[in-house]
């Protein structure tokens, strides 16, 4: 069964501190996706992790894909009140079962 | 580039009629899909399309109907709502090579049942 999970699904921090948002998936593959998703608001792209090893930063924010590991993280490095948001990851197993399963989502707020 | 464009962006039903959420992309790309999310849950795929005039079911595909006539549009009917319809749905697309299927979003349309 392919199986997206992340944690934590919500996370309550301070400003200026660092925090990881781990993606765990069940099946082999080697894309993965991170969206940002602002309340009542659509999804937008942040990162795109296409091979094993991947990494990608923007800003404050830095994701990672190790594929024999089946995980990705997105790092916060110094978090700012604007980065509250809801992320999702979402794997792509469009090669194999034709599939992009997202994971539930993790609700971040940071206090100023 | 308008992107993905979605509507309506609200609508309100009575249980058992009937409505067709409209989706249209201008960026060529050949996948679409139609995506389900429920208050603080992830997405749901519902149906998607790897091209004019195919489409595939997704993970909760009962109660909605497709149909992709053009590249650009893909309209998502819903027959007999539903309370358990009640959600915003949103529609995507991507354009697949071997490596990326990015996903572009439109801005949603907001569901109730009644």
């Known amino acids: 069964e392919l199986k997206v999970e992340q944690n934590p699904l919500f996370l309550s921090m301070q400003e200026g501190k660092n925090y990881t948002i781990y993606c765990n998936y069940s099946?082999?593959?080697?894309?993965l996706y991170w969206y940002r998703q602002d309340p009542g608001k659509s999804l937008e792209s942040l990162f795109v992790l296409l091979s094993n090893g991947a990494v990608k930063q923007e800003g404050r924010l830095m994701a990672s894909l190790d594929t024999k590991a089946r995980l990705s993280t997105l790092h916060i490095t110094a978090a700012v009140h604007d980065l509250s948001a809801t992320y999702f990851c979402a794997v792509d197993f469009m090669n194999r079962d034709d599939k992009i399963i997202f994971g539930k989502g993790t609700r971040l707020h940071i206090l100023p | 580039n308008a992107g993905v464009t979605q509507t309506p962006k609200f609508r309100i039903l009575k249980i058992g009629q009937s409505m067709t959420l409209q989706c249209t992309q201008d960026?060529?790309?050949?996948?679409m899909y139609w995506y389900r999310q429920d208050p603080g849950m992830g997405l749901k795929l519902i149906y998607y399309s790897v091209g004019a005039g195919i489409t595939d079911k997704g993970e909760v595909p009962n109660g909605y109907n497709v149909s992709r006539s053009t590249t650009e549009d893909f309209p998502l009917r819903l027959e007999l709502a539903a309370p358990s319809q009640t959600s915003v749905y949103f529609c995507?697309?991507?354009?697949?090579?071997?490596?990326?299927?990015?996903?572009?979003f439109g801005p949603g349309t907001r569901l109730t049942v009644t």
């Open positions: 960026m060529n790309h050949n996948y």
């Open positions: 995507a697309s991507s354009y697949r090579d071997y490596l990326n299927h990015e996903q572009y």
């Open positions: 099946t082999t593959s080697d894309r």
